[in-house]
């Protein structure tokens, strides 16, 4: 059994020709070594959980491709789920990748309730989060700032020359995500001097739809607005969409911006000026600050903001088309 476990493991240790016969008897008896009984030997499994809100979502599947080629760099194996984004289904897979004896979690979720942090401090293994934070700051994790990113949106707007601009954000009982981005708009208003508008922010839920159903919100009132941003870009494309249903322009009758830039916005026309939200390398950087941890690495800051930047496409006027 020493042998063979040394043939399988690479070791240099055994002769040529012991190692031809045990790597022959391998090929004919089709034997794959046991993962399970391997990790109850080292107390590792090379196994990762990922835990992610909608498999669906643009956002996410890149997201998740930055920790996957991460991952794989480093030897890792990923379990990924879904969890629809719903509390108690996040808690109840954290719990099974536990059963499972995984040597880490990354976790994709929006809100981190009580609950969350009950299960995530007593974890036996690290947890790292990406694209979200903890309200206490304890946990690792990896984001960008979203209020300095609403606000950014904002002022590019402002830039602009536009006093009436409205705002499609997402769920505003997210407080570090969906709350932050409206804080961000309302924060670059308030200090440009202009007094937000309860009719010019519509609660959205980041979907396509959410945005249709904003832009005749928004196109149905006596007082327009003369642009509009969107906390995603999906939901800007809805808006678009709705505007362009109504027979005006994006955008000489109306400016658009989003919020990730997601494939999409490249696919629609016009191509959608948004907020770059650098969602491969949050996912790669959340993997690999979790194999720091897991390998027992010295980690400088367990909390990383990388940085988000404007794109500027055609859904606003001031690329001049390019």
């Given at each position: 059994m020493a042998t063979v476990?040394?043939?399988?493991?690479?070791?240099?240790?055994?002769?040529?020709?012991?190692?031809?016969?045990?790597?022959?008897?391998?090929?004919?008896?089709?034997?794959?070594?046991?993962?399970?009984?391997?990790g109850l030997a080292s107390k590792r499994t090379t196994t990762v959980g990922v835990i992610i809100p909608d498999i669906s979502s643009p956002f996410f599947?890149?997201?998740?491709?930055?920790?996957?080629?991460?991952?794989?760099?480093?030897?890792?194996n990923i379990i990924l789920c879904d969890s629809d984004g719903k509390i108690d289904r996040e808690l109840h897979i954290t719990?099974?990748?536990?059963?499972?004896?995984?040597?880490?979690?990354?976790?994709?979720?929006?809100?981190?309730?009580?609950?969350?942090?009950?299960?995530?401090?007593?974890?036996p293994v690290p947890i790292v989060l990406a694209g979200t934070k903890d309200p206490t700051g304890q946990l690792p994790s990896v984001d960008i700032s979203h209020l300095e990113a609403g606000y950014d949106a904002t002022q590019f707007l402002l830039n602009e020359g536009h006093t009436r601009i409205a705002m499609v954000t997402g769920p505003l009982a997210e407080p570090l995500v969906g709350m932050q981005r409206f804080e961000g708009y309302k924060k670059a208003l308030s200090d440009a001097g202009i007094n937000m508008k309860d009719s010019y922010v519509y609660n959205g839920d980041y979907r396509y739809?959410?945005?249709l159903s904003a832009a005749n919100q928004f196109l149905s009132l006596i007082e327009k607005p003369s642009a509009i941003f969107c906390a995603s870009d999906e939901m800007a494309v809805g808006v678009?969409?709705?505007?362009?249903?109504?027979?005006?322009?994006?955008?000489?009758?109306?400016?658009?911006?989003?919020?990730?830039?997601?494939?999409?916005?490249?696919?629609?026309?016009?191509?959608?000026?948004?907020?770059?939200?650098?969602?491969?390398?949050?996912?790669?950087?959340a993997m690999r600050l979790l194999t720091k941890y897991m390998n027992g690495e010295k980690v400088e800051n367990h909390i990383v903001i990388l940085p988000h930047r404007m794109e500027e496409?055609?859904?606003?006027?001031k690329t001049g088309g390019q």
């Open positions: 476990s040394r043939v399988v493991n690479g070791n240099p240790n055994v002769k040529p020709t012991t190692r031809k016969k045990v790597l022959a008897a391998i090929e004919q008896l089709g034997y794959r070594p046991n993962a399970v009984a391997r599947a890149e997201l998740a491709r930055g920790i996957d080629d991460v991952a794989s760099m480093y030897k890792y719990n099974t990748l536990l059963e499972k004896q995984v040597d880490g979690i990354i976790f994709m979720g929006s809100e981190i309730t009580e609950e969350h942090m009950q299960v995530f401090t007593t974890s739809e959410s945005g678009i969409h709705g505007i362009q249903d109504q027979g005006f322009k994006v955008p000489e009758d109306y400016e658009v911006v989003g919020f990730d830039n997601i494939r999409l916005a490249e696919m629609v026309r016009p191509r959608l000026t948004t907020v770059m939200q650098p969602m491969y390398d949050i996912g790669a950087v496409r055609q859904s606003t006027k």
